[in-house]
């Protein structure tokens, strides 16, 4: 029986077993199975080193563990080394590969390709690295990144490009990388440096955050007439790359974002 399955910190809320379930029954692969794996840091490398041997064939990875996914990895694609951290591991031969799914995923979700555009991006952690690494190498003119931790958000600067600010202003594009709105929506507008009332300052705004329901970002940009991307279809984009690399098939998106966009 082929295995994956997602790792996290936490990860009960998480929809990758829905969405990858529900490609298996679209296509018929009736013996594999996704589940989720939650995994503290400290015992992140040694689980990881044990998937193959209880069966699996990979793993996506969430917060906290992306940085850790490529440390923990034998070999890493271009791209994963280039951003600093990887959310797709493939296990093969006693040996771990790591991907990073989440800037094309990011790309291909956008309405718009990010050539000559500017960007804010909240957040200096896995998903941000990512984010950043895929607009600068797909021409966006401007790239800002805001962290609580300002020394974080410089550090990421340093390595991939763009700058740090210290406050929030106007963009073409708001990507939040952030937790934020994962386990409380309401704290929202209280730990970003935003108002519902300034996102009419974007052109777009994404949140890689994703709930049952919209995200109080989504939902406040909407109000405001702002095109969005919630992190479903992201999750969804990205999911799909890995999908494909574990299966040697094409991933059914419709199939995924239905089984996506139902029940935990």
């Known amino acids: 029986m082929p295995r994956l399955g997602v790792l996290g910190y936490p990860v009960a809320h998480s929809r990758s077993p829905a969405m990858h379930e529900a490609a298996f029954r679209a296509l018929s692969l009736e013996d594999w199975r996704y589940q989720r794996l939650p995994v503290p840091p400290e015992l992140f490398s040694e689980t990881v080193r044990a998937l193959e041997g209880a069966g699996f064939l990979g793993a996506n990875v969430t917060i906290p563990h992306k940085q850790a996914a490529l440390t923990s990895a034998d070999e890493a694609s271009a791209a994963a080394r280039a951003i600093g951290a990887a959310n797709t591991l493939s296990f093969a031969g006693g040996r771990i590969e790591a991907e990073n799914t989440d800037a094309p995923g990011l790309l291909a979700a956008l309405p718009e390709p990010p ?112 095109a969005v991307v919630d992190g479903l279809e992201i999750l969804v984009q990205q999911g799909a790359l890995g999908f494909r690399r574990w299966t040697g098939r094409q991933a059914p998106l419709d199939a995924m974002r239905e089984g996506a966009r139902g029940s935990p």
């Not at 009332?197 to 705004?205: A, E, F, I, P, Q």
């Open 115 to 226: 050539l000559g555009r500017s960007a804010l991006v909240l957040g200096a952690g896995g998903s941000a690295r990512a984010v950043v690494w895929a607009l600068l190498s797909q021409g966006a003119a401007d790239v800002r990144v805001w962290n609580r931790t300002p020394a974080r958000a410089e550090a990421l600067c340093a390595e991939l490009g763009g700058h740090a600010v210290a406050t929030a202003a106007g963009a073409d594009l708001l990507v939040n990388c952030t937790a934020v709105g994962l386990r409380d929506p309401a704290a929202t507008f209280k730990e970003l440096p935003l108002s519902a009332d300034s996102l009419r300052n974007y052109g777009c705004v994404v949140d890689l955050v994703y709930s049952e329901a919209e995200t109080a970002l989504i939902g406040a940009a909407r109000r405001a007439g702002v």
